[in-house]
């Protein structure tokens, strides 16, 4: 079956550094999506892309679907403290169901 | 403007109980899917359903575990006989068209003692 594998898995970085992290597959997919989980809470849809190649701005976050459709990656710039949380990548199969493939997260925490 | 709904929030179960989970998905929105995590893990698809349809139940476990999404009312994930291993997060996400993007509720962390 499909997978997603993300790195890195936990980061702990300074204050006003920047952030990269990526999602990998092993088949095509049609979306990526970017979320960040919060403690105790669900999943917030960060950036959304839809073509290959797209690169996408939300406020200090930047995110690029990849030109082989099979990988995307997450830049968080200047980083502060209220970005520590679990960033999750999720793709779009391009077929059956279309159903979501989500990666096993990247564990964030920023140090003031 | 209400997001995804999803009550309760916590459920605590003792086993062989059984556990019903629910979602009422954003306004306009008629797919729904369910989602289980595990602490310190990522989300593991479960099902996905469309009104009074279940498009696609590859994630679902194949015993004690049934999903529904009636024409009317909110979707429930059903747990029967829940055991300790049934302990997680359960989150519903909905989309409007299952080629758009998903929005996720506050999920329901279920216990089971």
């Known amino acids: 079956g499909q997978q997603l594998n993300q790195s890195p898995q936990s980061m702990f970085i300074q204050e006003g550094e920047d952030v990269s992290m990526n999602c990998t597959s092993s088949s095509i997919f049609n979306t990526w999506l970017w979320y960040k989980q919060d403690p105790g809470e669900g999943p917030v849809l960060l950036i959304a892309l839809y073509k290959a190649g797209e690169l996408t701005s939300n406020g200090r976050l930047t995110a690029q679907f990849g030109i082989t459709r099979k990988d995307s990656f997450l830049n968080i710039s200047a980083s502060i403290p209220s970005d520590v949380g679990i960033y999750f990548c999720?793709?779009?199969?391009?077929?059956?169901?279309?159903?979501?493939?989500f990666g096993t997260g990247t564990r964030l925490k920023v140090l003031a | 403007n209400a997001g995804v709904m999803q009550n309760p929030r916590h459920l605590v179960r003792r086993r062989g109980q059984e556990a019903r989970l629910r979602c009422s998905p954003m306004?306009?929105?008629?797919?729904v899917y369910w989602y289980r995590q595990l602490p310190e893990e990522g989300l593991k698809f479960m099902v996905y359903?469309?009104?009074?349809?279940?498009?696609?139940e590859s994630g679902m476990p194949k015993e004690r575990f049934s999903a529904e999404f009636p024409k009317e009312g909110p979707s429930i994930l059903r747990i029967q006989q829940v055991v300790r291993g049934d302990s997680a997060a359960y989150f519903c996400a909905s989309s409007p068209t299952r080629l758009e993007t998903q929005y996720f509720g506050p999920g329901t962390r279920l216990l089971v003692l």
């Open positions: 999720a793709g779009q199969s391009t077929s059956g169901t279309y159903k979501y493939i």
């Open positions: 306004k306009g929105h008629s797919h």
């Open positions: 359903l469309q009104k009074e349809n279940i498009i696609d």
